[in-house]
């Protein structure tokens, strides 16, 4: 099994800044993709950033020049520095990650989600 934890999420105002932080632990041989999802109230889920395995990026329009998506191997995390934040960025954000297990199973797991909200 793999367990995916967040956290970094709260109340910023503005043109504030905040890093998220997701960490993988378990049975993992291997982690291929990593990203982070939002969802606001009464919208669908959407992608905000990923990174493959190979450390190339991939953002969402509405946040491309404001987040950067990074990660560290050897911790098995993965980070979202979220910049010049604004209101419409509040949403509860989800990493997602998939890879290979120590048996060499696939895997896909969601973290439990962390609350970001943006206001003054």
């Known amino acids: 099994q793999v367990q995916l934890v967040e956290s970094g999420g709260g109340l910023v105002q503005p043109g504030g800044s905040l890093r998220l932080s997701c960490a993988a632990s378990g049975s993992i041989f291997r982690i291929n993709n990593l990203a982070w999802y939002r969802q606001a109230p009464g919208k669908q889920r959407e992608l905000v950033a990923s990174?493959?395995?190979?450390?190339?990026?991939n953002y969402a329009d509405s946040v491309k020049g404001r987040f950067t998506i990074s990660k560290d191997n050897a911790k098995n995390t993965v980070y979202l520095q979220m910049n010049t934040l604004k209101p419409e960025d509040t949403a509860v954000y989800y990493c997602?990650?998939?890879?290979?297990?120590?048996?060499?199973?696939?895997?896909?797991?969601w973290g439990q989600g962390t609350q970001v909200t943006v206001s003054s």
């Open positions: 990174i493959t395995l190979v450390g190339s990026t």
């Open positions: 997602n990650a998939d890879g290979l297990t120590t048996t060499f199973r696939t895997w896909s797991y």
